[in-house]
């Protein structure tokens, strides 16, 4: 019995183990399977439910202005998207959907009728609208923040800065040439999330500003740019300009200061215009600068020593026949005269002589040492070389008429680096609109400094020029940029307009154009105002772009704290104490009461008995001007107003005659 | 029956603190976790909120606008000698 029993008992032990060994190895072979053969999948399967990757979208790169005025900027902006294969009842969300984002009901509709996971419903909505959308809680409809950008200040320098296309790309301007700088870098971001789909964990604090673009610091003063487009905006409607444009420079450095175009566009709506109006003109476009050229060209002369600012040139008079052309002098003509008066009068036919007497190898070599012929890699968009026939194609009169500024089609940029290179001393400056890049932790990844490409002319010819061009705004054809408290240097110019169609130029349309420096002596601000095709008012450049500089000039002086000097300060500035300050106040006070003829009781009078300030008018406008004052006018002359007998701001007595006097510009 | 020995009793305790320790921190970890979370939109919610009103600042700001402003004040630029110098 006993031994039986003994016998069943290890039977029974046996068939234990024997299972106990069966279903440990199976346990063992899923095991296995589990954590070898399925790992991976299985891994990712625990992933999916209990990690999420989010991409962070990097938000763009601000754009400001060199002090720190906020040009371009991004905000996330609620856009309405759909996934129509999730939506049940497609008619009735379709029906207020399209009651919210105020779009047609047969647009939303088909849009939910399409076969796609994602579509746009709208990309940009309000704030409320988003919430009413999300109160909705349409199954499908999602709300999808997306970054837009914002010019705040609208059409403020444009031009350069350019504009951002709907998927955060940029299409022109500063956004386009230094997109891959202000994008950022998209990055992935992985967070750990509970069984209800809540976040536990977002393990990348800082990683926002490791994916923001970095951020563009130029070299712009934004109120000069404000005063420079204003002011150019003005003159180029009233001179019904086809384009225009306006750069200052800081001669110094090389820093532009400013640059407007016009006609304006507002970057935030770009596509509402048309793509002419995107152009930056001031770097893209090449133009016969005309007369502006001379003082490049003279400099060139005098330094290789080929005249002397008192050598005596003839004016023949107006017209001069060379080799078979001849050359003109633009509404006046003149006789003998020496190299100043050739700038100061802008004399054609001098300076198509001091350009013969140089030849064609000094004058190309004077034009690419200005810079003309190369680009002039300021950091701008779409920047010009210039063009010009090769020194082998000019004709025989090719030295005549490059030196007086037909031949050679320079941009902009290039003119006002020239003028920049005249203003300090003769060295010319690399040009640049990148003050600084900074990275969004604030460090600065790159700072511009300036840069000295090569001096041009001595300080000999340098100072003889400048002189030159005072002259040209003291008594020449600059007369509109004259200001009373600070010297101004200048040169007009108004180049003919080639037909592309003819290859000829065209006889009634021109380039007005006008560049000038102030102080004279110690320059802290070079302008140049360009003017295509102005058909009312005057074509030259000393009538209708001289006085837009003239304007920003004297704003922009103030600005920047440049006080006029010691003598102007004696005539024109009183000196004095905190103590008599209110005194002062209250004279400046009174002073623009009775400019703007208000009394002491802040009543505005009748203006019947005050001279208004007519300096620069036409006839008829200086008549439109003082209508109902006085009826005892004189006019003497034609042109613009030069003289007027009874001084501004003073009371005219009754039937006191009136003298005016005008007088062409040129 | 052999005598427990107090050496493993001391272990056995030491162990079971160390984990309820373990659980306790993961727990606190999970409880932070939430609390940043909520935090982080929080601070999302500001940080647009800045945004956005630094683009009115800027937009105020904006010389266009002061001047539309000013010459509805009537105020004028300073003609050339009514800038005064102040001397302290």
């Known amino acids: 019995m006993n031994k039986i029993w003994k016998t069943t008992m290890k039977v029974r032990i046996l068939i234990v183990f024997s299972l106990i060994f069966i279903f440990g190895g199976m346990l063992l072979i899923k095991a296995f399977y589990l954590q070898v053969i399925d790992a991976p999948s299985l891994r990712k399967m625990a992933d999916a439910q209990f990690h999420t990757i989010i991409y962070f979208t990097p938000k763009r790169g601000n754009i400001y202005s060199a002090n720190g005025g906020l040009l371009a900027t991004s905000i996330d902006v ?72 914002y010019y705040p200040d609208g059409d403020i320098l444009a031009h350069v800065l350019g504009f951002v296309g709907i998927n955060d790309n940029g299409l022109s301007g500063i956004e386009y040439k230094y997109n891959k700088i202000l994008k950022g870098n998209k990055k992935a971001l992985k967070i750990i999330h509970d069984g209800l789909g809540q976040d536990i964990f977002i393990r990348g604090f800082g990683l926002e500003k490791e994916t923001h673009g970095d951020n563009i610091y130029l070299t712009i003063n934004k109120k000069l740019q404000y005063i420079t487009e204003h002011y150019l905006d003005k003159e180029a409607k009233a001179a019904d300009s086809r384009g225009a444009f306006a750069i200052i420079m800081n001669p110094d450095t090389g820093a532009i200061l400013a640059m407007a175009d016009y006609p304006a566009f507002n970057p935030n709506y770009y596509w509402t215009y048309k793509p002419r109006y995107w152009r930056n ?91 003309f012929l190369v680009k002039p890699h300021a950091g701008l968009l779409g920047e010009s070389s210039g063009i010009d026939r090769p020194v082998s194609r000019w004709s025989q009169v090719g030295p005549c008429e490059e030196a007086f500024g037909q031949g050679a089609a320079i941009t902009g940029l290039q003119e006002i680096t020239a003028l920049s290179a005249i203003a300090n001393g003769g060295f010319l400056m690399k040009p640049y609109i990148i003050k600084k890049i900074v990275n969004p932790y604030g460090r600065a990844l790159f700072i511009s400094k300036p840069k000295v490409i090569r001096r041009v002319i001595n300080l000999k010819t340098d100072r003889e020029m400048k002189y030159m061009m005072r002259l040209v705004v003291k008594g020449g054809t600059g007369q509109y940029c004259k200001l009373i408290d600070y010297k101004v240097s200048g040169k007009t110019g108004t180049g003919q307009i080639t037909d592309p169609k003819t290859g000829k130029y065209y006889k009634n349309l021109y380039t007005a154009s006008f560049m000038a420096f102030v102080p004279y002596k110690h320059p802290k601000l070079a302008m140049l105002v360009v003017q295509e095709k102005p058909l009312k008012i005057s074509y030259y450049g000393g009538a209708v772009s001289a006085p837009v500089v003239r304007e920003v000039f004297k704003r922009a002086l103030n600005i920047l704290n440049i006080f006029p000097g010691q003598k102007a300060y004696k005539k024109q500035i009183h000196i004095m104490t905190l103590n008599n300050l209110q005194n002062a106040v209250n004279g400046i006070k009174n002073n623009i009461n009775k400019k703007n003829n208000i009394n002491k009781n802040n009543k505005k009078i009748s203006n019947v008995d005050i001279m208004p300030d007519l300096h620069g008018d036409t006839i008829i406008s200086a008549i439109k001007n003082i209508k109902g004052h006085n009826k005892n006018i004189t006019i003497k002359g034609t042109g613009f107003l030069y003289y007027q007998n009874i001084k501004p701001g003073t009371k005219i007595k009754k039937n006191q005659a009136i003298l005016l006097k005008f007088k062409p510009l040129l | 029956m052999s005598k427990i020995k ?82 302290e």
């Open chain 2, 6 to 87: 107090p050496y493993l009793i001391i272990m056995i305790f030491i162990i079971s603190l160390t984990g309820i320790f373990y659980v306790w921190t993961n727990m606190e970890s999970m409880k932070l976790g939430y609390e940043i979370s909520k935090l982080e939109t929080i601070k999302a919610k500001l940080v647009h909120k800045n945004k956005k009103l630094l683009i009115v600042k800027a937009s105020l700001a904006s010389p266009s606008r002061i001047y539309k402003i000013a010459k509805k004040l009537g105020f004028i630029y300073p003609k050339e000698g009514e800038v005064v110098m102040i001397h």
């Open chain 1, 78 to 149: 609620d856009g309405i998207a759909a996934d129509p294969l999730m939506i049940k009842h497609k008619y009735k969300a379709g029906k207020e959907l399209s009651q919210l984002l105020n779009i047609k009901l047969e647009k939303v509709i088909s849009k939910l009728n399409l076969n796609l996971q994602f579509t746009w419903l709208k990309r940009k909505v309000s704030n409320k609208t988003a919430d009413k959308i999300e109160n909705l809680g349409i199954d499908g409809i999602s709300i999808v923040k997306q970054p837009v950008r």
């Open chain 1, 281 to 371: 003109r001031a770097v893209t476009d090449d133009f016969e600068p005309g007369s502006t050229m001379k003082p490049f060209i003279i400099s060139g002369a005098m330094q290789d020593g080929v005249i002397k600012p008192d050598t005596i040139v003839n004016g023949h008079h107006g017209a001069y026949y060379l080799d078979g052309i001849t050359v003109h002098d633009v509404g006046t003509s003149f006789g003998h005269m020496n190299i100043n008066q050739l700038i100061e009068y802008s004399c054609n036919v001098c300076a198509c002589q001091v350009g013969m007497k140089m030849g064609k190898q000094r004058l190309w070599y004077w034009l690419n040492r200005w810079g």
